[in-house]
């Protein structure tokens, strides 16, 4: 059976078999396709250009309320960083563990997902600390650093002056801690810490990790979430104050 086209000029029909084309479509973005497959292969429509490869903080899993009224305990608030993988920073990790004997490295080291500059650390109320919120807006800062901090109990990494400076006014948008008590340095990020290691032994390694990395420039990181925690609790047993 022939097929029509109707002319809306002359009211007039022609067959599709007298024009030999079928009416003209607006083209389409198309998609390359597996000759074995319907499914695409690839598109040629442009896409946003994909985050390189990041290791980003543990992802919350419970939050502050889990914890009992009435009480007090330590808390930390925090910065957790996101870590691009193919950067000065992930390749310093690797020459530490390559460094740092295999049993100090699995006690000591700062586990991936939970590196983090610490902002305050001190004793508070469970009710205060579910209070707490972070005012303004919040931009991401770069976490730059400089050398070695020269402290004897583990390996941690100096801030830049100017890191340290906006991680303190960062703090100061935090509503709801005391005016004073607790430890607030937002001057270091750990990778190591002695815990569940011998001391004389961790100490001799966290020297060994600090002399063959004493000139490896560290570069940066990004300060992406702020966070607050119980000190000794599971880093996704935490609230988000900012950022994600």
Not at 5 to 16: A, Y
Request: hydrophobic letters at 35%; proline letters at 7%; glycine letters at 10%.
């Amino acid at each position: 059976m022939d097929k029509w086209l109707s002319s809306s000029k002359t009211g007039t029909k022609r067959s599709l078999k007298d024009t030999g084309t079928r009416p003209a479509k607006a083209p389409r973005p198309t998609a390359e396709r597996c000759p074995d497959s319907a499914a695409p292969l690839t598109d040629v429509i442009p896409a946003a250009a994909a985050e390189p490869p990041t290791l980003h903080p543990a992802a919350p899993r419970r939050g502050l309320a889990t914890y009992g009224d009435g009480g007090s305990r330590k808390y930390v608030i925090y910065a957790a960083i996101s870590e691009p993988l193919a950067s000065p920073f992930a390749e310093g990790l690797a020459a530490c563990a390559a460094v740092c004997d295999a049993g100090v490295h699995a006690s000591c080291f700062q586990r991936d997902g939970t590196r983090h500059v610490s902002l305050f650390e001190g004793r508070l109320a469970d009710q205060v600390a579910r209070k707490i919120r972070m005012s303004g807006s919040f931009d991401p800062p770069v976490i730059v650093f400089d050398e070695w901090q020269p402290w004897k109990t583990g390996c941690y990494l100096k801030l830049d002056g100017k890191t340290t400076r906006r991680l303190q006014i960062i703090l100061r948008q935090i509503e709801g801690l005391p005016a004073t008590g607790g430890k607030r340095s937002c001057d270091h990020l750990s990778l190591y810490r002695k815990r569940g290691a011998d001391t004389a032994q961790a100490g001799v390694q966290f020297e060994k990790i600090r002399s063959a990395l004493a000139k490896h420039q560290w570069g940066s990181v990004r300060a992406s979430s702020i966070r607050i925690k119980v000190v000794g609790s599971d880093y996704d047993e935490c609230g988000v104050l900012a950022g994600v």
